[in-house]
């Protein structure tokens, strides 16, 4: 590992909202308490509709016994309806988590209604989730009502941590403002916590991603009370442009409520007036909305913008009751919207849209009705109208559409004493017509286009490269995974090309065995490679180099313009060609071979035909099917004029008793292989299968006495396979007492380059791309300094890493808390799915990656990165190149000499201000 000391600047940092489909393919949700338990008329719906093609729905509520299966054309959509027991009451624990899974995308609104009280609110799938959000209640209560949100939990235990913003009481406990409440939740749980007291801005934080849904039992203004309720979206999908348009049918006002994660200003344009909000992490800003006036609002970071429509008095007989809708980010506009016409509802539609867009849409592929009356926004490119729609006899459903641009639609209803709103079913995320980048397949599928709408079909199934070794005493896997002990010392063909395809290069891969010690086991001795005229000889011992027709040679090598070449990667030889044959030998008794799959059927000898079936392995060169092993190697045996050698073993093959095969698969032995808790390779057993390398471990070490030069041997064996395979072992030479010895002038790494520099080419290691040796990942570190109270010198206030499209962010401003694009979070947090993590050590803030990189900020003036030796010679920036040469750290990056430290700086400026920023 190489350690960088960095002590100096840094540089500007964007980031992109991310845009906000609403359809997935799993979901799981919560009812929160309507009014009261037990009232008049309770319903409980979800409106599903298929984006894709032969979508098979299954909604599920294991405790309460209740399942429903549907399968859906591309554009249908179903109702179903859940049982009553799905409503929680009170602060409480709730297992009736509602789960849908689809085998295609599809969009899901939930109802939650009961006699004159009733609200819906969209359904985000869970790759929507996250694990921050801040909960809006409305203030106004009736007596007896309560501001409420739950939380529901995912397929995983989780832990979240609330901080409270009102008293909230819950499992014998009274958690008051500015304390903290941790909950865990077990998979597929929910949680509904109830309060009398404002909690808007209360935090919720969770260790893996949950769904958020607040609201109130019953709240009112200008009519009656009624049930409000929406599904948050989390911090880090919130945008920072929104258009509210107004309701026609209020004649006072309704209420616009802006929250901030962090210190934010938010500017709203009103009509032509124009106001600046300052707001502090939680805050929660109140703005009055009156027709016909539109709100306009830009932030300088993502906020959460909902609507509360206050309800309005028409008559003495005549009112609409209250709703709530979370108000659509400019950035996460959809293109297609499904709308549910409700029954006992005058349904509206209220869309916002850019002016130069207004004719191209389209509901239910006619032009919208005359009647519509479009409105410019003050001071924007954006229109809004109102349209109404109604109940069709025998379809309820409608779809608004368009097919130029991105727009926002949401679906509100009113009727006496009631009400309901929130966004219009999402059924097309991007512009323009139906098409495969709106959808998600998964990893055997692929995208195409029918009748109009996307859909999932299986993908051509593509073959892996086959791959056969022989190892040990020799022990043999065909490139079907058959395996079988040979013990013959004669020269055998592993692999060559058999088939009759023209176009497939000619090549054969041959072994010669040798008795090493006792007569009754055998070794690979040499390694020979027959391929584009060239013949290979890698004989035992001559590590490092290998005979080419004859004349020996030191690697690297490369022939036939680059069609072939040699390397040294590890302890192996590594003969490359550029039609997929890739053949390795330890220069002991390790051998492995790799064919590309176009291969396929058409291979012959020790390693099989590669034609998927095992059974047929043992195929001799006159077609027949060998008796067992010994019929079969002998059958592929090359003669060698004056060699000496056997089939089989002299005086028969030896066994080991059944006590001492127990002995060397303990834990301390051959286990360690298989070892699964603390195990130093049990990352790998996915992968690779364990145990066969556990079986010819313990043989292996048997017939070698006990002597742990066997075990050491075969550990390494199963090392490379799993490297190979890209998977990262743990260090096993510590737990087997199996010391490196390393030649002269090397030193031993775990997973350290593959690809060693060579005076052929020296920046070899910089192009690598051979297993324990992943390709780079791109990555900054940058700072930003500041001057305090001395002008002569500067400190350290800001550094960012960026890295996996993450940008993060530890300053001076924020102890204690970080900024992930532009967001602030608290710590330890996971991000990437794992592949970066950022922890608290002693006074610093550790950022963590999975590929090695490790930076460090005391948020004050102490910057720390750690690189691993893979990026040697890879790097610029303040902290050098890297290549172990100090004298030449101040060459600039496209530069062929060092510069002086002023002007090597002034060119690392990687902001406006030159100044200030630095790249290290």
């Known amino acids: 590992m190489g350690t960088l000391l960095l002590l100096c600047a840094l540089g500007a940092f964007l980031s992109c909202p991310s845009n906000a489909g609403g359809a997935g393919r799993e979901f799981a949700l919560s009812f929160m308490l309507n009014y009261a338990p037990n009232y008049d008329s309770p319903h409980y719906q979800l409106y599903i509709t298929a984006v894709q093609a032969n979508a098979k729905v299954t909604v599920k509520v294991p405790p309460l016994n209740f399942k429903q299966e549907k399968t859906l054309n591309a554009g249908e959509r179903v109702t179903i309806s859940l049982p009553t027991g799905v409503e929680m009451h009170g ?157 026609t049918f ?17 500017t709203v344009h009103h009509g032509n007036n124009k106001k600046v909000f300052t707001l502090v992490r939680g805050q929660t800003v109140e703005i009055h909305s009156s027709n016909p006036e539109t709100l306009s609002i830009q932030a300088d970071h993502g906020i959460q913008v909902l609507m509360l429509f206050n309800g309005v008095t028409r008559s003495w007989l005549l009112c609409y009751d209250p709703f709530l809708m979370a108000i659509l980010s400019n950035d996460h506009f959809c293109s297609s919207y499904s709308l549910e016409a409700l029954e006992g509802f005058e349904n509206k539609a209220l869309i916002v849209a850019r002016t130069s867009a207004m004719s191209e849409l389209r509901i239910d592929g006619k032009n919208l009705p005359r009647n519509v009356e479009w409105k410019k926004v003050t001071g924007t490119d954006f229109s809004w109208a109102e349209m109404s729609y109604q109940q069709i006899p025998g379809n309820n ?30 059924i097309q995320p991007g512009s323009g017509s139906f098409s495969c980048s709106s959808i998600t397949c998964s990893a055997n599928e692929v995208c195409e286009v029918k009748g109009g709408f996307p859909s999932c079909v299986p993908k051509a199934v ?90 020996l040679w030191s690697l690297p090598i490369t022939l036939k313009k680059d069609k072939l070449t040699m390397i040294q990667s590890g302890r192996s030889v590594v003969i490359e060609t550029d039609f997929g044959l890739t053949v390795r030998y330890d220069w002991e008794h390790n051998l492995g071979v790799t064919l590309s799959s176009s291969y396929a059927g058409k291979t012959c000898g020790l390693c099989g035909n590669f034609n998927d079936n095992p059974n047929d392995d043992f195929t001799t060169p006159s077609g027949t099917q060998a008796g067992g092993a010994v019929a079969f190697g002998s059958s592929w045996k ?62 292996d070490v048997c017939m070698g006495g006990g002597l742990r030069h066997f075990l050491c041997r075969t550990l390494e064996a199963y090392t490379e396979a799993c490297q190979i395979a890209g998977i990262q072992v743990q260090d096993w030479r510590k737990m087997a007492r199996c010391t490196a010895k390393c030649p002269a002038n090397s030193y031993y790494e775990l997973c350290g380059n593959a690809c060693p520099a060579t005076c052929s080419d020296p920046n070899t290691s910089s192009k690598c791309k051979r297993p324990c040796d992943p390709e780079l990942v791109p990555f900054e570190v940058l700072v930003q300094n500041d001057h305090r109270g001395h002008r002569v010198v500067s400190y350290t206030k800001l550094v960012e890493i960026k890295v996996h499209s993450l940008s993060i962010v530890i300053t001076k401003t924020h102890k204690g808390l970080i900024m992930v694009n532009k967001e602030l979070v608290n710590l330890p947090v996971t991000l990437d799915d794992g592949r970066v993590s950022v922890f608290k050590s002693g006074w610093s803030a550790v950022v963590k990656t999975n590929f090695g990189l490790k930076v460090s900020f005391n948020w004050y003036g102490a910057v720390f990165v750690t690189l691993p030796s893979n990026y040697m010679g890879a790097v610029c920036g303040l902290c050098g190149n890297y290549n172990g040469k100090p004298q030449d750290d101040l060459t600039p990056k496209n530069g062929d000499k060092p510069v002086p430290t002023s002007r090597f700086c002034r060119q690392l400026a990687s902001g406006r201000d030159p100044r200030m920023r630095r790249r290290l």
């Open 250 to 266: 209020q004649s006072k006002f309704d209420s616009v409520f802006l929250q901030a994660s962090q210190p934010t200003q938010a």
């Open 91 to 247: 602060s409480k624990r709730s297992p009736n988590t509602v789960r849908i899974e689809a085998s295609a995308d599809v969009s899901v609104t939930s109802i939650n209604s009961k006699q004159y009280t009733a609200d819906t609110s969209v359904v985000y799938p869970t790759t929507e989730w996250g694990t921050e959000y801040f909960i809006f209640t409305p203030a106004s209560s009736s007596y007896g009502s309560y501001k409420e949100f739950s939380v529901t939990n995912g397929k995983e235990s989780n832990k979240l941590e609330i901080f409270p913003r009102g008293t909230i009481r819950f499992e014998g406990r009274v958690y008051g403002s500015g304390s903290r409440m941790v909950v865990d939740l077990q998979p597929y749980e929910s949680v509904q916590l109830q309060s009398v007291h404002e909690l808007s801005g209360t935090r919720v934080a969770s260790q893996h991603p949950v769904a958020v849904v607040t609201g109130h039992t019953c709240t009112w203004r200008f009519a009656k009370c009624n049930h409000v309720y929406e599904q948050l979206l989390p911090v880090s999908r919130w945008g920072s442009s929104f258009i509210v348009p107004p309701l």
């Open 397 to 426: 459903k409608h779809t608004v559409s368009s097919s130029g641009s991105r727009f926002a639609l949401y679906s509100i209803g009113v009727s006496q004493m009631n009400g309901y709103g929130t966004q219009g079913q999402c």
């Open 462 to 551: 593509e073959r892996k490269p086959g791959t056969c070794w022989a190892t040990g005493d020799p022990h043999y896997r065909t490139f079907d995974g058959r395996h079988f002990d040979f013990m013959g010392t004669c020269t055998y063909v592993i692999a060559k090309n058999c088939g009759k395809d023209d176009h497939l290069p000619d090549f054969e891969v041959l072994a010669q065995n040798e008795n090493r010690g006792s007569l009754r086991v055998s070794y690979v001795a040499v390694v020979i490679v027959k391929v584009y005229g060239v013949i290979i000889t890698v004989v035992r011992s001559e590590t490092g180099r290998v005979r080419i027709d004859n004349s």
């Open 638 to 699: 090359v003669p060698v004029k004056g060699a000496v050698c056997r089939d089989d073993c002299v005086g028969g093959c030896e066994r080991c008793e059944n006590s001492l095969m127990t002995i060397w698969g303990g834990d301390m032995f051959c286990g360690l292989i298989t070892l699964i808790i603390n195990g130093p390779f049990s990352k790998c057993h996915a992968v690779i299968d364990p145990q066969a390398y556990l079986e010819n471990c313990k043989y």
